[in-house]
């Protein structure tokens, strides 16, 4: 079983500023992945960024990137640049292979861009 | 190619009646999953396919809720005698279980509102 905790339930940044979003997880299992989804307001979720647990090297996407501290449980996102297209809900979520591989979902953060 | 097309877009029906949420999953996903968004929540799951089978439906939360498959591509949730903690956002995914990315494709989600 997993639980994912997003501490903040709210975000703000300067348009071209740099900001990030916390997550940690709880797993018993020793193979997962963990993603970072965003939610706009026509409520389709899109995938921003996949880290697999097994790697080491931190995850990157243009200008979305993670740090993955393992041992911490903790999986903090950072957008770079942010832009006003970047508004939106963000979920992190964690996936254990055994099973049904279900996504397990934070709370959510709420990232508003300011411009 | 087409995306995960969920209808209706939105729903609102009254207390005590029946509803059917209807998913099409991206055409050769094998895996299909429901998930239920509460305001100001993140996605919980609710069940998933695997085929035409319902290999894990241990997120569905009474015996109101019921889903089918039966030829393994659009999936139906059914909900009997609902009731307003039923309101919520019904999200849909599907999934390539071949692929070793574990990335789920998410629909718009239908909005259920019991009045």
């Known amino acids: 079983a997993q639980t994912v905790t997003q501490s903040q339930p709210e975000m703000s940044v300067q348009e071209a500023e740099t900001v990030t979003l916390s997550c940690t997880y709880d797993t018993s299992e020793s193979d997962y992945y963990l993603f970072w989804y965003k939610q706009p307001p026509s409520r389709q979720m899109i995938l921003v960024i996949r880290?697999?647990?097994?790697?080491?090297q931190n995850a990157t996407e243009n200008r979305f990137s993670v740090n993955f501290q393992k041992a911490a449980k903790s999986f903090s996102l950072k957008i770079s640049d942010s832009q006003l297209g970047d508004a939106a809900m963000y979920f992190c979520a964690c996936l254990g292979l055994q099973g049904a591989q279900k996504l397990v979902f934070g709370q959510g953060t709420r990232l508003t861009i300011n411009p | 190619g087409a995306g995960v097309s969920q209808t209706p877009s939105n729903k609102v029906t009254e207390k005590g009646k029946y509803v059917e949420l209807r998913c099409d999953p991206i055409?050769?996903?094998?895996?299909l999953y429901w998930y239920r968004q509460s305001l100001g929540q993140g996605p919980e799951f609710l069940i998933y396919?695997?085929?035409?089978?319902?290999?894990?439906d241990s997120g569905l939360p009474n015996d109101r809720f019921f889903a089918v498959r039966p030829e393994g591509s659009v999936s139906t949730l059914k909900i009997q005698r609902t009731e307003r903690g039923d309101s919520a956002v019904y999200l849909c995914a599907s999934s390539l279980a071949q692929a070793k990315t574990y990335e789920q494709y998410f629909g718009p989600g239908t909005r259920l509102t019991v009045t």
């Open positions: 880290q697999e647990a097994y790697k080491q």
């Open positions: 055409s050769g996903h094998t895996a």
């Open positions: 396919f695997q085929g035409t089978g319902a290999a894990d």
